[in-house]
Antibody, heavy 119, light 110 residues
Framework: QLQLQESGSGLVKPSQTLSLTCAVSGGSISSGGYSWSWIRQPPGKGLEWIGYIYHSGSTYYNPSLKSRVTISVDRSKNQFSLKLSSVTAADTAVYYC???????????WGRGTLVTVSS | SYVLTQPPSVSVAPGQTARITCGGNNIGSKSVHWYQQKPGQAPVLVVYDDSDRPSGIPERFSGSNSGNTATLTISRVEAGDEADYYCQVWDSSSDHPFYVFGTGTKVTVL
């Protein structure tokens, strides 16, 4: 049973870079037909897609965040990562990693991790 | 960018039917997916491709999509259905296609 687990710093100072990793277990991130996304949810608010990466390494980002986002994959560790630079309080959110199918829906989610931006 | 609009809240008595709408420009031409999110938990897919259900999702959950509105219907509502619900599409209509989520609807079981 494939599972996703987020990890990383829960507290980041303003202007610094947020870094998170999503470990994939029970299956290979290199399996064809899927993309791997980061999605966030500010407290009490809705869901916002951040970006995705394919196992090949190709990426696509939400245009509103594109200038600050980098998503990468480490096939040897079966994980993918998110870096979000120049963070502000508005980036405080629960960050989820998720798998999307070729039909473009998210069939598998991690439990999420809260990242707070504060000095 | 593409916008999906949902009512902020829907209230329903147990055993009745809840209908949650998701409005978007010509949304009927897109595939719509629905997620249920309970407090403190990750979203769970309940309907995909407008009207299909993942394994393990009760038949009480159904979906439809036409024109400018997609609808998630929950029949014979139970207390355990109380949650936030989000619609989602893949918007490929612009030079910058991406995943779009609806604004979310809180379903309250009276």
């Amino acid at each position: 049973q494939l599972q996703l687990q987020e990890s990383g710093s829960g507290l980041v100072k303003p202007s610094q870079t947020l870094s998170l990793t999503c470990a994939v277990s029970g299956g290979s991130i290199s399996s064809g037909g899927y993309s791997w996304s980061w999605i966030r949810q500010p407290p009490g608010k809705g869901l916002e897609w951040i970006g995705y990466i394919y196992h090949s390494g190709s990426t696509y980002y939400n245009p509103s965040l594109k200038s600050r986002v980098t998503i990468s994959v480490d096939r040897s560790k079966n994980q993918f990562s998110l870096k979000l630079s120049s963070v502000t309080a508005a980036d405080t959110a629960v960050y989820y990693c998720a798998r999307a199918t070729t039909s473009e829906y998210f069939d598998l989610w991690g439990r999420g991790t809260l990242v707070t931006v504060s000095s | 960018s593409y916008v999906l609009t949902q009512p902020p809240s829907v209230s329903v008595a147990p055993g009745q039917t809840a209908r949650i709408t998701c409005g978007g420009n010509n949304i009927g031409s897109k595939s719509v997916h629905w997620y249920q999110q309970k407090p403190g938990q990750a979203p769970v897919l309940v309907v995909y491709d407008d009207s299909d259900r993942p394994s393990g999702i009760p038949e009480r959950f159904s979906g439809s999509n036409s024109g400018n509105t997609a609808t998630l219907t929950i029949s014979r509502v139970e207390a355990g259905d109380e949650a936030d619900y989000y619609c989602q599409v893949w918007d490929s209509s612009s030079d910058h296609p991406f995943y779009v989520f609806g604004t979310g609807t809180k379903v309250t079981v009276l």
